[in-house]
C-alpha cells in the first residue's frame, strides 16, 4: 500500500516546530507494513489543502492528513478536503451523535463548525479531545496535537495492513564511496534494497520483504566490510 | 520571494530520522524576508525527484533541495534535477576546479561522479565535504548532511533576500475556541495575521511585514486575554 501523508500548518513552513509527526507517523505506517512515498506541509490554505489533497488522492493509495482541526478561523483542514472532492461541509450526524454521547462533551456547549466534516465522509471520534476526525475517499483526516492524532491513528492502523518491510542494519568504518561494489553486489545477490547513511561509522540499512534474504544479506555484507569496533 | 523545500531521503519516510533539516530551512529563509509555501519529502529515486522539482518549479520563485548529494549508488539528487529541465548529468568544470583547487581534496582521488552537476549549472562549492552544490533555474541542490548544508546556505542565503516577516506571540489561558472572536478583531483592525497553536497556553502569532503593525495588534490582544500567570 503505498501512502502520502500532508502535515498541515504555517508554524511547520516558518520552521517554528519539527514536524515530529510526520517522523511518528512514518514510522507507526512502516510499522503496519504500508510505504510512505510521500510527505508534503502545506500552510493553513483551503486552497492548498484541496491542491494537495487532489494531487496526492491521484498517485497513491491513501492519504492521512493531520493538522488543522477544530473551529479557529486557521483550522481549514476539513473545507479543504471537503473542496478537494468538490464535497459540501456539512454538520455531520455521527459527528454529533459522538460528541453528544461518548465524547465527554455537550454538543450544545461547542463553538459552531465542530462537528463539521465533508458529505458522507465517515466520522472517527477524537480519543483524546474533542474536533472529530474524517476519511472520504481513502484520505485519511486526523487531528494536529500529537496525543489526538496518535490515539486517532490507533483506531484506523489496520487499515495500512501490509507487508512489513524488514531491515537489519551493517555498520562499517570505511568511507561510503569505498562501499559501492559491495552493495551493488549484496543487491544484485539477494533480493534486498541497501540504503548506505553516513555519519562517524557508515550505516548500510538492507531491507525486504522476506526476513531472511534481510538477514542473509547483512550476514554476507557484514563479512566484507571493515568494522574497527 | 515564494519558496518551496524538498528534502529528499528513504530513511525521512520510513521515520528513521526527523527532518530536521527543513526546519533549519524554514527558519532561515524566513529569517531572510522569503516566505516558504510547501516542504515536500521524496524517495531517493530520480524520478520522484524529478517530477517534484518540475511541478514546485512551475508554483514557487525558488526550490531549495537537500539530501542524496554524493558518489555513492543511492544519491541520485543530481541526476533528478538534471531530469526536471532535460539536461545531461556532464562532469562539470567548475566543480573540478574546486575539487582540485580550493576543496582540500585530491579530484583524482575521489570517486566517480563526485563532480557530475547538471549541464550549464551554477556550482556551489561545500565548504565542509567533498560533495559540490548546484543551481539550476532558481532550484539549489544543497548536501543533506546538516554541517555541509548550513554552510553552503550561508554562501547563498542573501540570494532568498525579502521583505522579513515581524511575529509578536501572546500568550493567552482561554480555550482556543474562545479566542476566536478576538483574533478576527485584530486581523481586521490592524495590518496582520493572526494564527493561534494550542498547548497548556495558547500561543496567537501575530505576523505582518510593518513591525508596528505587529506590536500594536499583540498589544491590543493582549490587553483582552485572559492571563493566569
Given amino acids: 500500500m503505498q501512502v502520502a501523508v500532508i502535515t498541515v500548518g504555517d508554524e511547520l513552513l ?3 516546530i519539527t514536524d515530529t509527526n510526520a517522523t511518528w507517523l512514518c514510522q507507526r505506517l512502516a510499522e503496519q507494513g504500508a510505504s510512505v ?19 496526492l488522492h491521484d498517485g497513491f493509495d491513501a492519504v492521512v492528513v493531520t493538522g488543522g482541526l477544530g473551529p479557529t478561523h486557521d483550522d ?6 471537503a473542496a478537494a472532492f468538490d464535497r459540501s461541509l456539512v454538520e455531520h450526524p455521527d459527528a454529533v451523535a459522538w460528541l453528544d454521547g461518548d465524547s465527554g462533551y455537550s454538543y450544545g456547549d461547542l463553538a459552531a463548525g465542530t462537528a463539521d466534516l465533508p458529505e458522507g465522509a465517515r466520522c472517527l471520534p477524537n480519543p483524546e479531545g474533542v474536533a472529530p476526525g474524517a476519511v472520504v475517499e481513502g484520505v485519511y483526516v ?20 501490509g507487508e512489513v518491510s524488514h531491515v537489519e542494519t551493517v555498520r562499517a568504518d570505511e568511507p561510503e564511496s569505498a562501499l559501492v561494489d559491495r552493495i551493488d553486489a549484496a543487491q544484485e545477490r539477494f533480493d534486498v534494497a541497501v540504503g548506505s547513511y553516513p555519519g562517524e561509522t557508515v550505516r548500510l540499512k538492507v531491507r525486504s520483504t522476506d526476513p531472511e534474504a534481510a538477514s542473509a544479506a547483512a550476514a554476507w555484507l557484514r563479512e ?3 568494522r574497527q569496533r
Fill in 37 to 55: 512515498g510521500r510527505v508534503v506541509t502545506v500552510p493553513d490554505d483551503v486552497d492548498d489543502i484541496a491542491a494537495t489533497v487532489a494531487d
Fill in 76 to 81: 481549514v483542514t476539513m473545507a479543504g478536503v
Fill in 224 to 226: 566484507r566490510v571493515t
Fill in 142 to 161: 486526523l487531528p494536529g496535537v500529537p496525543d489526538e492524532m496518535k490515539a486517532m491513528f490507533g483506531s484506523i492502523a489496520e487499515e495500512f495492513d
Fill in 14 to 16: 516558518v520552521g517554528e
